[in-house]
């Protein structure tokens, strides 16, 4: 007899080697190893989150009632995964190029990134999966309350809503720790994907261990079986050709449009290839998972009492043939098979109810626009962990509102078919480019409201939430509208007779609004991108040029994908535009691209209002509508060669235009140079000599007059000696033939003596300086003079020109991949975009305010020092202030 | 031929329907008959996904030579 202790802290063991497991996978990704963490086994694996405690306890059950028709439940999606290339290879196709992050996404970003439609899915799935994660709570209570019961001291029901309550916490840790870790751009969760195969391969052990012994063990071999199988009940059943074939579809249509299967197949999805081996693979696993459930119900009804429920079979027969370690890990196997449904339908759950719902209103709360507003990425990931929260604590309230009195088939269903409500819209939308946003939203609120009158609120029995007349007799009496026969169409099965209504309501809905109005241009071009997936990923242009300052979008995307990431895409643009620096022409096609990046963090529809936010109103031009109309392909070739060669010219163009601009601007400098020298060195010697005519002519002065005008010559002369040094030293590295004394030092030190010598730290200074001294403590082997002196140019630049009332310096570093980032940021008015280009050239003086002393030099020879220490020195715009980013490759770090 | 799969998966699971009651033929059987079904179309998916993946990784379009099959 398995002691109930024992078994709990198998499962907690259990449950920390997911941890483990999740945490190690997560820790190789981030390192970019991703190797056999993204193979084709482990993306086949994780679509068994299709296979959840319902079929892994319920099918035997759902066997021992209704026969051989439990594998429709499996026909379904086996028929889709081996027909993929219809529609799957389509939609993961669709998800990569439009960077979908959930299916309420993809329906919204095909009808032209409506939020309503955004918002209808996302309400259909919550209700949708809610029962379902109830289901899974009651399978796991169940489960452990039958191990309870052997033990003597079965569960009362508060207990056993304890359990639930402490499951459905657990399983919230799991999926904020593992599913809200960061936002990846892809949503992609390597941690969470890794436990799922995990879990997918214990169930299915644990299943095939079960049915192995009730076939070898208890029915006497295949023979036996056979024999028995012959003379069960089960085989009496009658067969409903009706029930047949409505699950069939029914549950097609589910692994498309569940939530979590989406989430799984598409988002999850590395590479297109490894839906071919899931092609085969996938259903093969659902075809093992269902190998031994008929052996199993008939044995369990021959051999338990009567009476005991037939869902828990898996579990009962092992224990009571006294097979404890059998039985535990069975338990195991539905443990995994709710755990894992449950952590990735919250997932996916939460990365849409924060997309769709909370990201729109928090961003018409923010009455300054995404420009202005705080760090978005917190509250992304906030709303997420708040819903992951929410999702769970709805899925615990209904387990404890229903009691867990349904057979746990039932739900099941009822869900499925809540949620296949979706097909028509998706598959209308990624093979009909006639679908309009209004049809689809047609369609869904037109399945969603037959779905809960004929199905989900008689679900809950006469007298809960409709009264018995209302059943038997229909609302005020109208026969035609009974809830469970429409129309007067009697004696189909309830749940075949809800799914043929809504489907069929659904889908006219959609098919007539659609065809009786216009899709708008937003929605055409997303449509023809949708339809035509294959033949243009490209996407079209929705974004008019100009308008949009470049630094001001920086600053948004940085508070979505992070500063790094964001700051690396503006570079690769710029790069690709043929222009240097971090702020890139603000073209249509650069928009488009930033666009679906974001998409990828906050979903489409959001992405779209930020970025109108800034750009302002978005047009579809009449060449982007042109390219959705079906012109012939000659047309289309020879736009696309003019286009491919104005692209190439106006890359050249704009090359061609900045170097004039500097070589124009250098010229200038040139001039500037002479005459500034000639100033510079004029100055001091003019002093130089009306003072020495003074000592020579002047024979009366005083002792102290004398050694007072010999002092400022001696100070003149030295400003003059340091003029020409700054020259001397600045062609010297200019000519690239300086030697460089390399020495062993720590950058915390070097800060520390660069801030003391730049004289920031004085009170008259007035400035305040953010450091975090731990991430500085990086030891280095350079030149570390030469590293110090730009420091100090740099604070030094920090304290002279910051014009803050309240100044701050933040000096923030740290080891990015194989270099050392050192950023100096000040929250004065910062460099205005035109003269940021030519600071670092020589006597860029920005201000004449011969104040602030110095000849313009200093940032020349910074450039120069780095450049010769291997390293770089650039302007980082969008920080709020003047920002230098200082770069040094870390073969300069010494390893610690 | 990879959109005809399915079809004929559909096909084949969807024959015991046309069987009548007269015909009864035991559990057993129609066991045997969805299992091996189900064997032959997962053989099938796997020779396909073989040589739609090796078309695939030639430079020619896999669409091309998907519409001739």
Redesign the interface.
């Known amino acids: 007899m398995i002691r109930f202790n024992v078994l709990v802290a198998v499962c907690f063991c259990y449950v920390v080697l997911l941890f483990l497991v999740a945490f190690f996978a997560e820790r190789r990704a981030n390192k970019g190893r991703l190797g056999w963490l993204r193979s084709p086994m482990v993306y086949t694996l994780s679509l068994s989150v299709y296979c959840t405690a319902w079929t892994f306890y319920g099918a035997v059950g759902y066997a021992a009632r209704s ?2 028709e439990f ?1 429709t439940i499996y ?1 379904g999606p ?9 529609a799957l290879r389509k939609l993961v196709r669709i998800g990569k190029t439009q960077r979908i992050t959930s299916i309420a996404d993809l329906i919204s970003s095909r009808y032209g990134k409506s939020n309503l439609l955004g918002v209808i899915v996302t309400l259909l799935a919550v209700v949708g999966t809610t029962p379902y994660i109830a289901l899974q709570l009651q399978s796991v209570t169940l489960s452990l309350a039958v191990f309870a019961g052997e033990n003597g001291h079965p569960l009362t029901q508060t207990e056993l809503n304890a359990n639930a309550l402490w499951l459905a916490a657990g399983l919230a840790v799991f999926t904020v720790l593992f599913g809200t870790r960061n936002l990846d751009a892809n949503e992609r969760h390597h941690g969470v994907v890794m436990a799922i195969a995990v879990e997918a391969v214990v169930k299915l052990v644990a299943l095939l261990a079960v049915g192995m012994f009730v076939v070898w063990g208890v029915g006497g071999g295949l023979s036996g079986m ?1 024999e028995r ?2 003379h ?1 009940p ?2 009496d059943v009658q ?1 409903n ?1 009706g029930r ?2 409505g699950l ?1 579809f029914l549950s097609a249509a589910a692994i498309i449009s569940l939530p979590r299967m989406f989430q799984v197949l598409v988002v999850e999805n590395a590479d297109e ?1 490894h839906l ?2 899931a ?2 693979a996938f ?2 696993y659902i ?1 093992l998972m269902s ?1 031994f459930v ?1 052996p199993i119900a008939v044995i369990g009804l021959s051999e338990m009492p009567t009476g005991a429920n037939p869902d828990l079979f898996v579990l009962t027969i092992p224990l009571s043939m006294g097979q404890d370690g059998l039985a535990a890990l069975a338990f195991l196997g539905g443990f995994s098979s709710a755990t894992s449904m449950v952590i990735v339908a919250s997932i996916a759950l939460s990365t849409m109810v924060s997309n769709h719902i909370v990201m729109p209103v928090w961003l018409r709360w923010q009455e300054d626009g995404a420009t202005v507003s705080g760090d978005v990425r917190k509250v992304v990931l906030g709303a997420r962990r708040v819903s992951i929260g929410a999702v769970l604590t709805l899925g615990y309230l209904y387990y404890s509102l229903t009691g867990g009195t349904e057979a746990l088939a039932s739900i099941g269903l009822i869900s499925f078919t809540g949620v296949a409500q979706v097909l028509p819209a998706l598959l209308g939308g990624i093979f009909w480019r006639g679908a309009t946003r209004r049809g689809a939203a047609a369609g869904l609120l037109v399945g969603f409201a037959v779905w809960a009158y004929t199905l989900f609120l008689p679900s809950f029995g006469a007298g809960a939430a409709f009264s018995a007349d209302l059943l038997n007799n229909g609302p005020f009496g109208i026969s035609l509208l009974r809830p469970q026969s429409l129309f007067g169409v009697t004696g189909m099965d309830p749940l075949i007779h809800a799914v043929f209504w809504s489907m069929v309501l659904n889908t006219f809905a959609f098919l007539i609004v659609s065809l009786s109005g216009f899709p708008g241009p937003m929605e055409r071009l997303q449509g023809a991108q949708f339809v035509n997936v ?1 033949e243009h990923s490209t996407a079209a242009h929705g974004w008019a040029q100009g308008g949009a300052e470049a630094e001001d979008l920086l600053m948004m995307a940085q508070r979505i994908l992070g500063a790094d990431e964001a700051q690396a895409l503006f570079l690769r643009a710029t790069t690709d535009q043929g222009k240097a620096g971090y702020l890139p022409d603000t073209t249509p096609k650069f928009l488009e691209r930033l666009e679906r990046e974001l998409a990828g963090s906050v979903g489409a529809a959001t992405a779209h209002a930020m970025i109108g936010q800034i750009v302002g109103r978005s047009s579809v031009s009449v060449e982007d509508l042109m390219a959705v109309a079906d012109e012939t392909q000659q047309m289309l070739e020879y736009s696309m060669r003019l286009e491919a060669q104005s692209e190439e010219l106006s890359r050249t163009a704009r090359q061609l235009q900045e170097a004039n601009e500097k070589l124009t601007e250098l010229s200038v400098q040139k001039d500037a140079f002479l005459s500034q020298i000639s100033h510079e060195l004029r100055t001091p010697m003019t002093s130089i000599r009306a003072f020495s005519e003074i000592l020579m002519d002047i024979e009366s002065l005083t002792q102290e007059e004398q050694s007072k005008y010999s002092v400022i010559i001696h100070e003149e002369a030295i400003r003059l000696t340091r003029l020409l040094d700054d020259l001397l030293d600045l062609s010297v590295l200019e000519r690239g033939n300086v030697s460089l004394d390399t020495q062993d030092g720590n950058l915390r030190d070097l800060l520390d003596r660069a801030l003391t010598a730049s004289g920031v730290l004085d009170e008259e200074a007035g400035m305040r300086v953010l450091r975090d001294k731990a991430a500085e403590n990086i030891p280095l082997r350079t030149d570390t003079d030469r590293l110090r002196q730009v420091f100090i140019n740099l604070i030094t630049n920090a304290r002279k020109y910051c014009d803050a009332a309240k100044p701050e310096l933040k000096i923030n570093a740290r080891l990015r991949g194989k270099e050392l980032v050192i950023d100096f940021i000040d929250n004065g008015a910062g460099i205005p975009k035109k003269s940021q280009a030519i600071i670092f050239e020589k006597f860029s003086r920005l201000s004449d305010q011969s104040s602030a002393g110095g000849a313009g030099l200093g940032l020349a020879i910074c450039r120069e020092i780095m450049v010769n220490l291997g390293g770089a020195i650039s302007y980082l715009p969008g920080q709020g202030g003047a920002a230098f980013r200082v770069v040094l490759p870390t073969r300069f770090v010494q390893a610690t | 031929m990879a959109r005809l799969l399915p079809v004929l998966g559909l096909f084949l699971f969807m024959l015991p329907l046309l069987g009548d009651d007269e015909t009864e033929s035991g559990m057993a059987v129609q066991l045997a008959y969805v299992f091996g079904v189900w064997v032959v179309l997962i053989i099938c998916a796997l020779l396909l996904a073989r040589r739609l993946q090796t078309s695939a990784s030639n430079p020619e379009d896999p669409m091309a030579e998907d519409g001739s099959q």
Do not use: E, K, N, Q
């Not at chain 1, 086996?78 to 219809?86: S, Y």
């Open positions: 026969g051989l594998v026909i086996t028929l889709i995964l081996v027909g993929w290339w219809w056979s199988i012959a069960s089960i085989a067969f050709s047949w074939v069939t290839r071919a081996t092609s085969w259903p093969l075809m190998l008929v294959f």
